[in-house]
């Protein structure tokens, strides 16, 4: 299931052949009439319901009267991925360690479309996992990013390594170089965790280098996705990009 306006718009425009049922309420506003004669347009079956029962089936009421049953997302496994990417050289790769927050998930996802990533990677052992409510956060980008869903995050980061990519953690650490003079490989793994847990150790031994963002206010750290966020635009304005295909 995904919920919300957005997230489903952006499915109806990037990948509408995924949407097999959309479930609403009688709509009462423009925004909500648009978007179901976007639906009628692309066949998609239209059930009007409850907003308990839509409740219900989404698990939250951050639905917006909308919830829509999608055919499951196919994750890649890496050998898969370094396959679709074949020889690409500028390519970005975050890694997500320890994320608990639904919330926190979809953005990070968001920040990783909206920003060029080829693709993000979590653990689907040790943390949350592509919820609903994570859907929503990420506005659509859940549907269309390239997403790995690992046991094993030390593994893949090993299978990163031979593949050519740097892997960088970024950790409030002496060693850790300073973002805004940071120069990023061709091929990077940035790995991320969250505030409370932070990256565990054994990935942080995989890592080649640590990164950190220098705090000019008061308060030593930013919010996970925030943090991710400025590392990407500081990737993308060092020459990164990113040509995902498909």
């Avoid at 976007?38 to 839509?54: N, T």
């Avoid at 074949?86 to 997500?96: A, F, K, P, W």
């Avoid at 280098?209 to 990737?235: C, D, F, H």
Wanted: overall charge neutral.
């Amino acid at each position: 299931m995904v919920m919300g306006v957005h997230a489903i718009r952006e499915l109806l425009v990037h990948a509408p052949s995924r949407l097999l049922k959309i479930y609403t309420v009688r709509p009462s506003g423009d925004r909500k009439s648009d978007l179901l004669a976007l639906c009628q347009d692309k066949g998609i079956p239209i059930v009007f319901s409850s907003l308990d029962e839509l409740t219900k089936m989404a698990g939250s009421d951050s639905h917006q009267s909308f919830v829509a049953h999608v055919k499951g997302r196919e994750f890649l496994d890496a050998k898969e991925f370094f396959q679709k990417i074949g020889d690409q050289e500028n390519c970005l790769v975050l890694m997500t360690d320890q994320i608990f927050d639904p919330q926190n998930f979809g953005a990070l996802m968001r920040c990783a479309e909206c920003l060029g990533a080829s693709a993000l990677i979590w653990s689907k052992n040790r943390g949350t996992d592509l919820t609903p409510t994570a859907a929503k956060a990420s506005c659509g980008a859940s549907e269309i990013l390239p997403l790995l869903r690992v046991s094993n995050l030390a593994d893949t980061a090993e299978q990163f390594k031979k593949e050519g990519f740097e892997v960088i953690a970024s950790l409030l650490d002496p060693k850790a170089e300073s973002a805004f003079t940071f120069r990023f490989a061709p091929r990077t793994l940035l790995i991320v965790g969250s505030e409370g847990e932070g990256i565990q150790p054994l990935l942080q031994k995989k890592s080649d280098r640590l990164i950190y963002i220098p705090m000019a206010g008061k308060i030593e750290s930013l919010n996970v996705a925030q943090a991710a966020s400025v590392l990407l635009t500081l990737w993308k304005c060092s020459g990164g990009c990113s040509a995902r295909s498909g």
